[in-house]
């Protein structure tokens, strides 16, 4: 009896993930379609986000803690009021505050206090581990536990113009590697007296590449082995780059 055979192709493809997929649906679609034995992605994105993921093929999978290292920029809306467990529309409501008092100049002053270097809590809501176990799990079970602070870099952050009535804002950011935008939505709602959480994200750019370069999970669905060559970027040309 013969094993599985599998495909050898090395290169970076850049994705545009659709919500209510995770990453890893993402990986191991390619995995499954193309028959690849080693496919990684460069920085998760929750399921209800949608935008650029960065896949590595193959002998490219080396690379993965270069372009994971990378700064990234998001777009998004955040919605003032409400509170949620996971800090993203994905959780349950915690809390309901009046948000009458929120104000366009009150929002500016407290986003301009997030930006430049920082400590940033991670969220329970999390893949980072605890004692071998992942901190989503334990929140899942309504425990939560003491989490180390990171040091994290917010290079800009703009937002607005905020709409009263609904009491939305949208946003863009641009931040070092392990931000978690839900955070500092959550953080900035916090900021304001009101509470906050993450209505809507989506990653623009990783380091050099943009999203606008990405090509749709839809379409790929129909891709053959050749297709996949053509669209991907080969090993070659992403260690020029750097």
């Not at 400590?119 to 071998?132: E, R, W």
């Amino acid at each position: 009896m013969t094993g599985r055979i599998y495909n050898q192709v090395d290169g970076m493809l850049l994705v545009d993930k659709p919500a209510d997929w995770t990453s890893h649906d993402v990986v191991n679609f390619l995995r499954r379609r193309f028959s690849l034995r080693k496919t990684g992605h460069c920085g998760t994105l929750d399921p209800f986000a949608t935008g650029l993921l960065i896949l590595l093929l193959g002998k490219a999978c080396k690379l993965q803690d270069r372009f994971m290292a990378e700064d990234k920029v998001y777009s998004g809306t955040i919605q003032f009021g409400v509170e949620t467990d996971s800090q993203d529309r994905s959780g349950q409501v915690t809390r309901r505050s009046d948000t009458t008092g929120l104000n366009e100049a009150a929002l500016q002053q407290a986003v301009a206090g997030f930006l430049g270097e920082q400590l940033q809590t991670p969220p329970m809501y999390s893949a980072i581990k605890q004692g071998g176990q992942p901190l989503y799990k334990l929140a899942r079970k309504g425990m939560e536990v003491e989490r180390k602070a990171r040091c994290i870099h917010i290079h800009s952050f703009a937002v607005g113009p905020l709409q009263a009535e609904s009491a939305l804002a949208d946003f863009e950011l641009k931040c070092s590697k392990g931000t978690y935008v839900r955070t500092i939505a959550a953080d900035l709602g916090q900021k304001l007296g009101c509470g906050a959480h993450l209505l809507e994200l989506r990653r623009l750019q990783s380091g050099a590449f943009k999203v606008n370069e990405a090509h749709q999970l839809e379409s790929m669905k129909s891709w053959e082995l050749a297709d996949l060559r053509k669209h991907m970027l080969p090993l070659e040309q992403i260690l020029a780059q750097g």
